[in-house]
């Protein structure tokens, strides 16, 4: 019998902006995740084009998410850093996909329906089939586990749901060929910690995101300390003081967005905060919050400002790194082949 290994993929888009949000949803779990996981980590540019974008700007960001995963403490040697167009077999798995997943599935994707917004006619068709893309990226490689931020937890759903029809089609080939726990796991979500949804410090009720027109509403990872102070206390809030745990948090989302920011950053529990801020007013919250952020955000832009100093280095561990994914991904790619009868 053939057995799965544990292995983490994840990926962020290089459309620019790169938040806190980001970050303390993504990146920064990444991190974590390589002291005891196979960790491979893409920058994820053919969804980027999903929505146009200016070619320079493009490579630009592509460079900077690749130096904000090194800056964050993901180790190029020891897992994989590569941007997903320069492995073939990402868009040629998405296409058998396109041909598994249903439109029925895609069209309830929320992310779909926010992007495309009232003018969907003229929404790209691969904004549409983003989510069959994004399951070939994990499935490629057989990933089992996924950290992602709360809002891609539909598209994660879907990507098992794919995994589980294709191994259903195609289970007599499959179990011809030795596999008897079907041939694609079916990838788990991380989603964890205190800031899995980071939300805008303008509107509480909006997620902090990289398309936002106002950049007070998010502090950008190559913001310099005055900036990140800046947003900080300029921050919307109410007037009450924190309360002493998390149930006085409720209807207060400006405050528990604050205090889930302060907990991820501090590697402490919302309760834990609250137990030492709670009856605070809100400038004096501030102004440890500012403290703590510079210190743990302020290093991390100071050294993305450095590696993209020097972009053919970038570029090198970029392209080590797809050569290595793609000894992974070309042999799962061709089984794939096999099970579904094309001729190789
Ligand atoms: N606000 C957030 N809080 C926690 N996690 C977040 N993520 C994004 N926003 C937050 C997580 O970051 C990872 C990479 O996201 P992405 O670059 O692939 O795309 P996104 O989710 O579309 O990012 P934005 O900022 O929200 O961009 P726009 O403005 O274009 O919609 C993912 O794991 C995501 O969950």
Request: proline letters at 5%; hydrophobic letters at 40%.
């Amino acid at each position: 019998m053939i057995e799965l290994k544990q292995r983490v993929f994840s990926g962020v888009q290089p459309t620019g902006n790169l938040h806190l949000g980001n970050y303390l949803g993504a990146i920064a779990r990444f991190a974590e995740l390589q002291n005891s996981h196979e960790c491979i980590y893409c920058v994820v540019d053919l969804h980027a084009i999903t929505v146009w974008q200016d070619p320079a700007s493009l490579a630009h960001n592509t460079r900077e998410v690749t130096a904000a995963y090194i800056a964050a403490g993901i180790n190029p040697q020891d897992h994989i850093i590569f941007n997903q167009s320069q492995v073939a077999e990402h868009a040629e798995l998405a296409w058998m996909f396109n041909c598994t997943a249903r439109i029925g599935w895609l069209n309830r994707m929320t992310q779909f329906k926010e992007k495309a917004g009232k003018n969907r006619e003229n929404a790209s068709v691969g904004l549409y089939a983003y989510p069959n893309l994004m399951a070939a990226d994990i499935l490629v490689y057989r990933a089992t586990h996924v950290p992602v931020g709360e809002d891609q937890k539909q598209h994660l759903e879907l990507s098992r749901d794919i995994a589980q029809k294709f191994n259903n089609d195609f289970s007599e080939q499959i179990a011809d060929l030795g596999y008897n726990d079907g041939f694609f796991p079916l990838p788990e979500p991380l989603i964890t910690g205190p800031a899995t949804r980071v939300m805008s410090l303008r509107d509480g009720s909006k997620k902090m995101s990289k398309s936002d027109p106002s950049d007070l509403s998010r502090i950008n990872l190559t913001d310099d300390a005055d900036t990140i102070a800046k947003k900080i206390r300029k921050a919307k809030t109410d007037p009450e003081p924190l309360p002493s745990e998390t149930d006085g948090l409720k209807g207060r989302p400006e405050a528990e967005n604050l205090v889930g920011i302060f907990a991820a950053l501090s590697g402490a529990s919302a309760d834990e905060v609250l137990r030492t801020h709670g009856g605070a007013q809100f400038s004096s919250f501030k102004q440890d919050l500012v403290n703590l952020a510079v210190e743990k955000m302020g290093p991390i832009g100071a050294e993305m400002q450095k590696l993209m100093d020097d972009t053919a280095h970038i570029d090198a561990i970029l392209g080590d790194g797809a050569a290595r994914a793609r000894e992974i991904a070309a042999p799962v790619y061709a089984e794939v082949k096999k099970i579904a009868g094309l001729i190789a």
